[in-house]
Nanobody, 123 residues
């Protein structure tokens, strides 16, 4: 299995900033990493993509584009999310995600999720 450990969440005022970090460990080194990214889920809402980085590509949700920045450390299997100009609508549990490919003939893909870190934007 692959374990994802997230950190950096907390309470921040509107307009403030937070930096989320995620490190993959465990059997991750037995796989090829396809992508790492961040998703979020607010109560009563579906989990949605925030930012994803498959290889050299980067995909952002329209609602965060220009405010959030994703970065990866490929050697350490880490991913970070710099969140600026935070709004109350950004309040959610943020989940780190990794997609890995099993080495071998079948090349099966597996997805793993962190346990989530709470981000609350409020006065």
């Amino acid at each position: 299995q692959v374990q994802l450990v997230e950190s950096g969440g907390g309470l921040v005022q509107p307009g403030g900033s937070l930096r989320l970090s995620c490190a993959a460990s465990g059997s991750v080194f037995k796989f090829d990493v396809y992508s790492m990214g961040w998703y979020r889920q607010a109560p009563g809402k579906q989990r949605e993509l925030v930012a994803e980085s498959p290889g050299g590509n980067i995909n952002y949700a329209a609602s965060v584009k220009g405010r959030f920045m994703i970065s990866r450390d490929y050697a350490k299997n880490e991913v970070h999310l710099q969140m600026n100009s935070l709004e109350p609508e950004d309040t959610a549990v943020y989940y780190c995600h990794i997609a890995v490919i099993q080495r071998g003939e079948l090349r099966q893909r597996f997805d793993y999720w962190g346990q989530g870190t709470q981000v609350t934007v409020s006065l």
